[in-house]
């Protein structure tokens, strides 16, 4: 039976909305010195200068807003109002794991059928592994891999530790970019699921050949009919 | 033959001096403020209370320093002194990866006799990754377990991880509470090789008994006698 494996954010639960909930913050403070449209570039280029430097995930993000307040006002933001920014990026920390819909009857159901799951995630260690804990999904997955780097290399190395051949691993997720195009490099299978907002660093687009759930409530019903 | 775990900052390569030498640039800046005495604190209490928002690592070290700052000036300091310890931080996540004496050769020579060897070590994901490559060592680990925290559950599932009892395991490095403490408690071997200076976060005592080598370059002479 084909062993699945489910990116996290933005296809298990809400991520990308705190960022722009986050940035819309950004943009009421720094918009005060200088014009929104500039912060926002700003701020896009800063965080995709810092990728090498900090990795994903929300840490690096406010870092990465700090730096550009501080630079396109030219020292000119207050303390308190960078203190904002941080607060702001402390929130999003603690942002509750809401599930998509669909997400938890659809992993109950593939675990039930007995399902091989692993859960596939990228960002911060510590943030993830609390989101995890939190989802009350941990117990359907039999392996959850948190990367740094969503490349062909590691997806070589997790269809390995699960003792498959690429053939038989499927994966499922929201961005083309990380949860479909490295993998079918790697001869394996993908699933997309879209999610209504994609960060400009992750968007990519396929073919159009890749199979596309509407939410993962069909997945089911795909494998079921699609893979063994 | 036993499976030994190595622990990465502080036991293989240099990592508490980077946080000491930022520590000083920060007493430095926040120091035309308040005591230095006070600024040490109170930035010892903000990553206190942020280690569960935050986890361990670099980046979470920069924005306690931030938070730090911002709160003890009363939001006096400068957005250009806050850049300047926002640079501090990033200046640490490029240090380069400074191997202690001792190391290369002997983990050279446990990977050389067949010894399999784990690294086991917390912080980043990214950045320990980053570290680890840049340490040369990685192709001398059979495994390479980058955790959130250093517990008893975490050790189990190492261990389990490399298919052995937790007799059979055996961890080496400098921090008691992390490396020796919770290593013990799952009824595995700890060997403590201690670093010079340890984070605050970090001290612990053991009771005496723990077998305590000078440096990592006593490792496989003291495995050969007490490490079948």
Redesign the interface.
């Given at each position: 039976m084909t062993v699945i494996g489910l990116d996290g954010d933005d296809t298990l639960w809400h991520s990308e909305i705190y960022f722009e909930r986050t940035q819309r913050r950004f943009l009421d403070l720094v918009g005060r010195y200088v014009p929104a449209t500039d912060a926002m570039a700003a701020l896009a280029e800063v965080e995709h200068r810092n990728l090498d430097?900090?990795?994903?995930g929300i840490?690096?993000f406010?870092?990465s807003m700090?730096?550009t307040?501080?630079?396109l006002?030219g020292?000119?933001?207050?303390?308190?109002e960078?203190?904002a920014l941080?607060g702001a990026?402390?929130r999003m920390?603690?942002h509750p794991v809401d599930l998509l819909p669909g997400v938890d009857e659809a992993t109950a159901a593939l675990a039930a059928e007995g399902r091989r799951l692993v859960l596939v995630t990228k960002g911060?260690?510590?943030?993830q592994?609390r989101k995890i804990l939190a989802s009350g999904l941990a117990d359907r997955f039999e392996r959850i891999e948190?990367?740094?780097e969503k490349d062909p290399p590691t997806y070589r190395r997790v269809i390995e530790s699960m003792g498959v051949e690429p053939a038989a691993f499927c994966m499922v997720g929201n961005s083309v970019r990380s949860d479909v195009l490295p993998v079918l490099e790697v001869g394996a299978r993908a699933v997309h699921v879209p999610y209504h907002v994609t960060w400009a660093h992750e968007h990519a687009d396929h073919d159009g050949s890749v199979p596309t759930l509407e939410s993962l409530a069909e997945l089911p019903a795909w494998l079921a009919e699609h893979a063994g």
């Open positions: 430097r900090y990795g994903y840490k690096g406010t870092l700090l730096e307040a501080i630079e006002t020292g000119e933001i207050s303390a308190a960078l203190g941080l990026g402390q920390l603690e911060d260690l510590h943030h592994e948190i990367v740094a």
